[in-house]
DNA sequence: GGGGAGAGATGCCGC
DNA sequence: GCGGCATTTCTCCCC
């Protein structure tokens, strides 16, 4: 397809709102929230129908520049051999321009995906079995409220433990740092002088925690409990069958 | 392009480690971080020289499902009319399963793309300003360090006042949150216990900061100062020129 | 490779 | 829209 005929189809299947792909030896600016610049290369471009257009190099899972949803989209031939698409969003502050100086491919069609993903093995999750079922974080443990509402952010899981102290439990997926006991202090120094009480514990829910994070909370007088999210039990569970039937 | 070729032509592209985009109808399964199921729906797929590939919808900036670089696939025909590609990433321990019941389009072809993007406007360089130019953030604030390291993280600038007392400089590029007041606390409790000193000062400087962060900065006696990013000042400066001008 | 923190973060939900 | 926060965050830099 020549730069011509790439110019009409690509601006026809726009109007129509298809989901336009190509693959080009481009250079493409971005000014908004930054500037950057990034000069001739092979890519492969994404425009959706809702407007947001990517750029991919042939590495990486992020595109390299990219405009949001919403954007508005203009191509012409810049001269007889090159073209530029130029993209703006004056909401967000977004202008983007391509020059295309070959073109490798281009393709177009209609879409039709109302669908939703279905997704678990959240923090959400995590914290809705802990909720549930809160000796698993410790002996005595009784659930009194999820999400919290604080002044200073929302409380994953609001307990009390055996000897009527008020405990804070803050979740993470993935490996605590710093920044989540960060988030417990902020949490239980709240608590402490919205409710004016000194009988407040916290504990920190992970798979794991780092070493100097770990220093921090027990800095703190906070406490670790190591519990995996509920997929990884799930899986967890399996091996340790197909181990066993082996 | 019929299933039986689709898979063929897969094939090669991919032992060639060619850039393949295809458009399908499809449903996704991906297990490993977490487990998602995503069912039939249209969708264009992205698989990169590196090995990663993405699935994504006709809406939005990210891809639905994807697997890292370094990934394993594999395509075979399922039946008569459908084609399964199976794709794993044992390091990462992930897994994820693509149904291709239509096939809208196939490309595959080879990329060259050495180039680094360029980006300007970034924390860091607002760090280096403030560094540079202590005195925008307040009169006789004098630099002693950029980038110190705590064994609670590493402060973004650290200065002294006119009356030597140390200012702890914590610099957000967006709008500041309640993260931005608990990192700069974390920097000044540490430097208090290590430095075993008292006469120590907090600013966190940002374009803005949300009401209740800066009532948190109040609670804890630190000062906000409201700065833009290098870059924006320099649009400031454009917009307010050609204001001028008109 | 782990730790720490930024990112043009993005996306989701709540008010 | 802003706020607060999780994310299969991703990416980079430093140790």
Redesign the pocket.
């Given at each position: 397809m020549d730069l011509q005929k790439f110019v009409i189809n690509f601006a026809n299947s726009y109007r129509k709102k298809e989901f336009i792909v190509f693959s080009a030896e481009c250079e493409v600016t971005?000014s908004?929230?930054?500037e950057?610049k990034l000069s001739l290369g092979d890519r492969v471009i994404l425009l959706k129908p809702d407007g947001s257009l990517q750029?991919h190099q042939p590495t990486?899972?992020?595109?390299?520049?990219?405009?949001?949803e919403g954007t508005d989209h203009n191509i012409n031939l810049l001269d007889g051999n090159r073209v530029i698409i130029n993209s703006h969003?004056i909401?967000?502050g977004?202008y983007?321009q391509i020059i295309v100086h070959t073109l490798h491919f281009f393709n177009s069609h209609k879409t039709e995906d109302g669908h939703?993903?279905q997704?678990t093995?959240?923090?959400?999750d995590m914290s809705d079995m802990i909720y549930e079922n809160p000796t698993l974080v410790e002996q005595g443990l009784k659930s009194v409220k999820q999400e919290e509402q604080t002044?200073?952010?929302?409380i994953?899981v609001l307990c009390r433990d055996e000897n009527n102290n008020l405990v804070v439990i803050?979740?993470?997926?993935?490996?605590a740092?710093?920044?989540a006991v960060s988030?417990l202090r902020r949490?239980i120094d709240r608590v402490k002088e919205t409710k004016g009480i000194t009988n407040i514990r916290g504990i920190l829910v992970a798979p794991a925690i780092?070493?100097?994070?770990e220093m921090m909370l027990n800095d703190y007088g906070y406490k670790f409990v190591a519990i995996d999210p509920p997929r990884y039990l799930e899986k967890l569970k399996k091996s340790q069958k197909s181990l066993g039937e082996f």
């Open positions: 971005y908004g929230k930054t950057t750029v990486g899972n992020v595109p390299i520049n990219y405009v949001k969003n909401p967000q977004d983007m939703k993903i997704l093995g959240t923090e959400k002044n200073y952010g929302f994953d803050e979740c993470k997926r993935v490996k740092d710093f920044s988030q949490y780092t070493t100097n994070a």
